[in-house]
């Protein structure tokens, strides 16, 4: 009998002691599935179009589905390139890619396809469609809960090996403010 007790107790004592498990509902993984698809649907019209800056108008039609700091790290990049180009000069000293879409030819459309929870935050892969599916997303898109009318904001954007769309526009604005 103190056999059998001493197991029972090192079981639940192990089993409390285990992290808990984040469980997420279905309901919220179809909210996360829906907040970043329908930013897609919106933007890649957008985007297709050739006399839009699209970029730009997200940041400002869409501007509270970003988090400040990615919104402001955009802007900046956005206006210093702006800035550059209006004093007649060559070159670009901003993003050179759609941060969004992870390069410069952009699909018909863009599809969820992977959820994944890790701690507040989720990560949405997103793939092209040109006809047929690649085999990776082209841009993992980092969203967590917010308090704004949507329920979500992106915080940034993973494009795998060549590292985060925040750690990009960190690296550039660094590389403008050492060389004015």
């Known amino acids: 009998m103190i056999l059998l ?4 107790y090192s079981v639940l004592t192990f089993q409390t002691s285990k992290k808990p498990r984040q469980v997420s509902s279905r309901a919220e993984i179809a909210s996360v599935r ?16 050739e006399n839009v800056d699209a970029e730009h108008l ?14 402001h790290a955009l802007l900046d990049d956005w ?7 209006a004093k007649g000069n060559d070159g670009i000293v901003g ?5 969004f879409l ?3 030819d952009p699909a018909n459309r863009y599809c969820v396809k992977k959820i994944e929870r890790n701690g507040k935050r989720w990560r949405v892969s997103v793939w092209s469609h040109y006809g047929e599916q690649s085999h990776e997303p082209d841009v993992i898109a980092i969203v967590e809960k917010s308090k704004t009318q949507f329920g979500w904001e992106f915080v940034d954007f993973d494009y795998g090996k060549e590292g985060t769309l925040l750690e990009a526009l960190k690296a550039l604005k ?3 403010d050492s060389n004015p």
């Open 5 to 8: 007790t001493v197991a029972a």
């Open 34 to 49: 829906r907040f970043v698809q329908r930013f897609y649907d919106w933007y890649t019209p957008k985007v297709l179009h």
């Open 58 to 71: 997200a940041l400002v039609k869409k501007g509270a589905e970003f988090a400040p700091e990615l919104r």
């Open 79 to 85: 206006q210093a390139q702006h800035d550059w180009n």
């Open 95 to 99: 993003i050179d890619w759609d941060p």
């Open 102 to 104: 992870s390069g410069q």
């Open 174 to 176: 660094k590389n403008r």
